[in-house]
């Protein structure tokens, strides 16, 4: 079965602190790897992604950097704010097209 | 615009006990999913559909059925609920296959079973 690796499980820090979440995947289907955060109670929603034909992707504070021999991504969540606490997933495309996702990673940020 | 909806929010099984988790999207989404998600395990597969009519399993679709008579309605079926499948269900749609086409998903039915 196709996985995606991710890490940490869970991750606490200060607020305006740079949390860090790293994926590896082994295959891709697609060449395209989004984020999905999660906050308690809700469902996953699509945060930003990223195709393997840059190494870096920024949205606001939020940034995808891409190493595509490694076949790793990492998640980096700029000056920190307590909205950002919230479990975030990597995911891949298997080859039927259908999404994967990591194991999640719950994030604290504190005030 | 409602999105994906799904109900119950919460349920309480006994073991052996059967039921079905209503799934509906009001975005006219050709693909639906449902997943459940376990601490520590991420979100896995349990069966798709590609549109009405058509389903196939997912990565963990023992115990579990689907059916899709219509294009908003995606109901998951337990027939008998077993310890191993509590859990959070969540239902997803998109409008197409692949990179371009984000999933939509619920808020999820907290399912137990004692």
């Known amino acids: 079965q196709q996985q995606v690796k991710q890490s940490p499980q869970s991750l606490i820090v200060q607020k305006g602190g740079i949390p860090i979440i790293n994926c590896a995947y082994e295959n891709t289907a697609f060449d395209y790897f989004p984020w999905y955060q999660q906050f308690p109670g809700k469902g996953p929603a699509l945060l930003i992604a990223i195709r393997p034909d840059v190494s870096e992707k920024k949205e606001g504070r939020f940034t995808i950097s891409f190493n595509k021999s490694a076949k790793q991504f990492s998640l980096h969540i700029m000056d920190s704010q307590p909205g950002d606490s919230a479990t975030y997933f990597c995911?891949?495309?298997?080859?039927?097209?259908?999404?994967?996702f990591g194991q999640g990673t719950e994030l604290s940020v504190k005030p | 615009n409602a999105g994906v909806t799904q109900t119950p929010k919460f349920r309480i099984l006994k073991i052996g006990q059967s039921m079905t988790l209503q799934c509906t999207q009001d975005?006219?989404?050709?693909?639906m999913y449902w997943y459940r998600q376990d601490p520590g395990m991420g979100l896995k597969l349990i069966y798709y559909s590609v549109g009405a009519g058509i389903t196939d399993k997912g990565e963990v679709p023992n115990g579990y059925n689907v059916s899709r008579s219509t294009t908003e309605d995606f109901p998951l079926r337990l027939e008998l609920a077993a310890p191993s499948q509590t859990s959070v269900y969540f239902c997803a749609s998109s409008s197409g296959q692949g990179r371009d086409y984000g999933y939509t998903f619920g808020s999820g039915t907290r399912l137990t079973v004692v």
């Open positions: 995911a891949d495309y298997n080859q039927g097209g259908k999404l994967i």
């Open positions: 975005m006219n989404h050709n693909y």
